[in-house]
């Protein structure tokens, strides 16, 4: 479904990713880890194109770009290439003019994808699959931050992309309201959604990925299942993190 190659990112003369490589197969949970700065978010922010590599290729779902740091990325083959992800990010971004039913419609009807019934419809049974069927006609000023972001997932989901990935999407949430969130994504992956997560929920990681990749210093230092990047890590710049993250 993902392949990385050789992935660069500069931000003047600082680079922040410096050569990732990384698979990831259909119906995966990859769960990225590490450091405040080690990359995490940028490596997801290049996935869909909200920051464009310095170098590198990528294919999401059969399409693939190349990044030489000349040639820019037309605009179209930037929407097309990002057609394939739904991205969640750490604050909700609803429209608060909006109703919750509206919000999750206005992907498809502003994209011209499903005309107002449809659209509805498609929006009603999302909110019901992340259990807000019941809160269709509040604005997100009238619902909690764990509803918002459920229904934040709902909206990235009405687009119907291949891969959906997650910036820390439970970090600007009260402790109470986590679970909740965490339960609704850990339905979609036994859906069989394709997940990308940076988290430093490491509940999550353990009980819900299949794959887990820490970086630090915009490398890949660790990757591979939860149980050996966890359970036994290799790294001394893991193990230290682990114990700091898991310990506090």
């Known amino acids: ?31 990225l880890i590490g450091p405040s700065g080690c990359g995490k978010s940028t490596l997801l922010r290049c996935l869909n194109l909200l920051e464009e590599p310095t170098a590198g290729r990528l294919e999401i779902a059969g399409r693939s770009l190349e990044f030489d740091g000349k040639a820019r990325i037309r605009e179209r083959q930037r929407a097309e290439f990002r057609a394939a992800t739904g991205m969640v990010f750490q604050s909700f971004n609803l429209f608060p003019h909006m109703t919750v039913l509206e919000n999750v419609m206005s992907g498809p009807l502003f994209n011209g994808i499903l005309g107002k019934k449809d659209a509805r ?36 989901l009405a687009l119907d992309p291949k891969v959906m990935l997650f910036d820390e999407p439970t970090s600007a949430l009260d402790p109470e309201l986590v679970g909740e969130v965490l339960d609704v994504m850990q339905s979609l992956a036994r859906d ?36 050996q990047v966890l359970g036994a890590p290799k790294a001394e710049r893991l193990r230290t993190f682990l114990s700091k993250v898991e310990h506090g």
Request: charged share 20%; glycine share 12%; net charge positive.
């Open 121 to 156: 419809d498609l929006a009603a049974s999302l909110l019901d699959r992340v259990g807000l069927g019941h809160r269709l006609g509040l604005y997100p000023r009238q619902i909690s931050g764990g509803q918002s972001q459920r229904v934040a997932i709902a909206r990235a």
């Open 1 to 31: 479904m993902i392949k990385i190659r050789n992935l660069r990112k500069n931000f003047g003369t600082l680079e922040v990713l410096r050569g990732i490589d990384l698979d990831v197969s259909a119906g995966d949970v990859a769960v």
């Open 192 to 227: 069989g959604t394709t997940m990308i997560v940076v988290t430093h929920e490491m509940s999550f990681a353990r009980n819900v990925a299949n794959r887990v990749v820490f970086l630090d210093g915009g490398v890949i230092v660790e990757n591979g299942p939860p149980e």
